[in-house]
Nanobody, 116 residues
Framework: QVQFVESGGGLVQPGGSLRLSCAAS????????MSWYRRAPGKERELVAD????????NYADSVKGRFFISRDNAKNTVYLQMNSLKPEDTAVYYCRAPELAFASWGQGTQVTVSS
């Protein structure tokens, strides 16, 4: 079945960096757009970034533009999120997903905490 396994989160100081990874399985990864989402405490889940199937097109939420960078490795069925200049408001659980696979369950996510 379709699965998403996120990793790479942790505790980081403001201004720091983290690189998240998401290993996907159960579908033809290379033909689907992939997205990263996040859910901050007390807030709705929001779209952070997405990347087209061959990586030629990316989109970012205004709040992360210029700081976060999404990439993918279709040979490894993995999507990444490089997060730089982290701010406390980036604290959230981060999830990846193929948005066109609406039936798929969400992964467990990876916690990112930005705090001094």
């Amino acid at each position: 079945q379709v699965q998403f396994v996120e990793s790479g989160g942790g505790l980081v100081q403001p201004g720091g960096s983290l690189r998240l990874s998401c290993a996907a399985s159960g579908f033809t990864f290379s033909v689907f757009t992939m997205s990263w989402y996040r859910r901050a405490p007390g807030k709705e889940r929001e779209l952070v970034a997405d990347i087209s199937s061959i990586g030629g097109s990316t989109n970012y939420a205004d709040s992360v533009k210029g700081r976060f960078f999404i990439s993918r490795d279709n040979a490894k069925n993995t999507v990444y999120l490089q997060m730089n200049s982290l701010k406390p408001e980036d604290t959230a659980v981060y999830y990846c997903r193929a948005p066109e696979l609406a039936f798929a369950s969400w992964g467990q996510g990876t916690q990112v905490t930005v705090s001094s």
